[in-house]
């Protein structure tokens, strides 16, 4: 990959956490301010990024766009929709779809739930390995060597008391989601947050997805959401049927 190409998309993927100022783009990509700048403004040109009125680099509309006509394009997704709503709904939590995209997990679907409050995740970005549970579902049921690539890419970076920072601890607890067979998040990235996720099977029988039910801690602890797992794991079941799955329920 040419130089120019891969700092492209380490800006593009830098501003779309959030808006990053013309010096902190220079100084993730190791450039002068110079270089740093004719790369933006091509990518605005193009529509990738944006210029706010505080002078401020965003992600552009065109971006958003594309990654619009690419979700639409995940079949999983529309697959696995209705019931993500259908749980939304009856109890009035977050819903996510997560995939494996790569060496990475990345939201694929979200539906809020009722009154919900800002989260982290957001369609189209990366689930964190070490804390979000959707993350967790997927990663523990890969084989031994995707699990290592996906691992080394985890950050380890500690959010919370409750934040696995180390990469041991972290193995302990995906063997510990293979054996029971869901996995959670207990406050590990927002600390008022907690989550559940199961994993979702495709047609070869291999965990390609997994579904989440996320809720506000003060609302749902984690013993209520384990509480309703047997129809999560039904819920996660039936999105594995429609991708062709032909396994035993458990």
């Known amino acids: ?13 830098f501003v779309s956490d959030r808006s990053r100022s013309l010096t902190e783009v220079a100084d993730r990509l ?34 958003i766009a594309y990654g619009q006509l690419a979700l639409d394009q995940v079949e999983a997704r529309a697959l696995a929709h209705p019931v993500l709503q259908e749980l939304s709904e009856r109890h009035g939590h977050t819903t996510h779809l997560g995939e494996l995209v790569g060496d990475r997990v990345i939201y694929v679907d979200k539906v ?3 009154g919900s409050v800002a989260m982290g995740s957001r369609i189209g970005l990366p689930a964190r390995t070490h804390t979000a549970a959707v993350a967790k579902a997927i990663t523990a049921h890969q084989d031994e060597a995707t699990r290592q690539r996906i691992l080394d890419r985890a ?4 959010y919370t008391p409750t934040t696995r920072t180390s990469r041991e601890s972290l193995v302990e607890e995906l063997a510990l989601t293979r054996s029971r067979g869901w996995a959670e998040d207990d406050g590990e990235h927002e600390g008022h947050v907690n989550c559940v996720a199961l994993p979702v099977y495709d047609a070869r029988g291999k965990v390609t997805h997994a579904i989440s039910v996320t809720a506000l801690a003060a609302v749902a602890p984690l013993t209520e959401l384990r509480a309703h797992l047997d129809e999560f794991r039904t819920a996660a079941e039936r999105v594995s049927t429609r991708l062709g799955w ?4 458990r």
């Open 30 to 63: 190791g450039v002068h301010k110079s270089t740093a700048l004719r790369l933006l403004r091509t990518l605005e040109d193009a529509g990738f990024v944006r210029r706010g009125v505080d002078g401020r680099y965003a992600m552009g509309f065109q971006l």
């Open 1 to 13: 990959m040419s130089q120019t190409v891969a700092r492209a998309i380490e800006i593009v993927g």
């Open 155 to 158: 950050t380890f970076e500690r």
């Open 112 to 114: 809020d739930g009722r």
């Open 246 to 249: 032909k396994g035993t329920p």
